[in-house]
């Protein structure tokens, strides 16, 4: 069910913490859905487990951000994966958000590498990340087959990249615009995405469908960063001074929250699929870090002797 957006409870919205949501809107009258996303705490939870370099903790809140942003224009019950891979000082950036709005995040990286990359000023993917692609997975379980998307690192931003993605893939006209601000003294972290499509069904050939498209894409592009992580602007308010001339129609916002998915339990169901000499430490134990949350996992010879039965040694 949609929830209409009148005029003027915009213009006499007062200033609210709206934050960690995913919220769809419709442009009226041309045919373009859009999602607003805006990350707080949850992000923060994510990138305080780690104590990531300033540049990678911003590539990780762009990734996480970038993923919720794809995942709310899906209908799925399972988990959303946003993976990307590279050659460059940022190796490796993994996002995953579930159905009922649990998401996290880890980086691998090369501390000189990001430390020398730090002090260009080029683009962010060719500076940090380099050539490689970026996959987003969504898993419903064993019985429903998997759907993938892969697209190269094509572009200066992830932005950037997921937008040739839709236009090269999937013939769907779509901007996005994301930006993320790390470790601030006094609002935390913050991160938001505004991503707008011209629907399937659009008259793409009709004058007034064209020029809505051309409209909305250029109003996307006067958003400004400061805007969109202002946590004091409501996202009703943010909506209407973009699109108040068309019309605008939000969805309920989707609460998203930080949630690691480790458990002891399957930390060691993964231990067992393994020999037992090889994940063992000269003193007979094994130790396991969650790269998503850091949790500890150790487990004793007497553990593993209740995993795999009594050691020979």
Not at 100 to 114: C, E, P, S, T
Request: glycine fraction near 6%; charge should be negative; include cysteine.
């Amino acid at each position: 069910m949609t929830q209409s957006i009148p005029p003027v409870a915009l213009r006499e919205a007062t200033a609210s913490t709206q934050i960690d949501f995913a919220q769809t809107f419709q442009v009226e009258g041309v045919d373009v859905r859009g999602r607003l996303v805006r990350l707080g705490p949850a992000l923060d939870a994510v990138l305080d487990a780690h104590g990531y370099p300033e540049p990678v903790s911003i590539m990780l809140a762009e990734t996480l951000t970038l993923a919720v942003t794809l995942a709310s224009a899906l209908k799925y019950e399972g988990i959303f994966t946003l993976q990307v891979q590279s050659d460059g000082p940022i190796s490796l950036l993994v996002a995953d958000i579930t159905s009922d709005g649990a998401l996290r995040g880890y980086a691998r990286f090369d501390d000189a590498r990001v430390a020398e990359a730090a002090k260009g000023e080029s683009a962010p993917v060719p500076r940090l990340l380099g050539a490689g692609h970026l996959a987003f997975t969504v898993d419903q379980g064993a019985d429903m087959e998997r759907y993938q998307g892969i697209a190269e690192l094509d572009g200066a931003t992830l932005a950037d990249c997921a937008h040739n993605y839709f236009r090269h893939s999937e013939q769907l006209d779509t901007a996005i615009f994301v930006s993320a601000r790390v470790g601030a003294a006094n609002s935390g972290s913050l991160a938001g995405a505004l991503m707008v499509q011209r629907m399937p069904s659009a008259k793409n050939d009709d004058e007034e469908h064209e020029d809505g498209w051309r409209r909305a894409v250029a109003i996307l592009a006067s958003l400004t960063e400061a805007e969109l992580l202002d946590p004091e602007l409501s996202s009703e308010t943010l909506l209407f001074r973009l699109y108040h001339e068309d019309g605008v129609r939000a969805y309920e916002a989707h609460e998203l929250f930080h949630r690691c998915r480790c458990s002891r339990d399957k930390v060691a169901n993964t231990l067992k699929s393994f020999p037992r000499a090889e994940i063992t430490t000269d003193d007979g134990q094994s130790q396991v870090v969650c790269e998503f949350c850091r949790a500890d996992y150790t487990f004793t010879p007497k553990d593993l002797d209740a995993l795999f039965g009594p050691s020979d040694a």
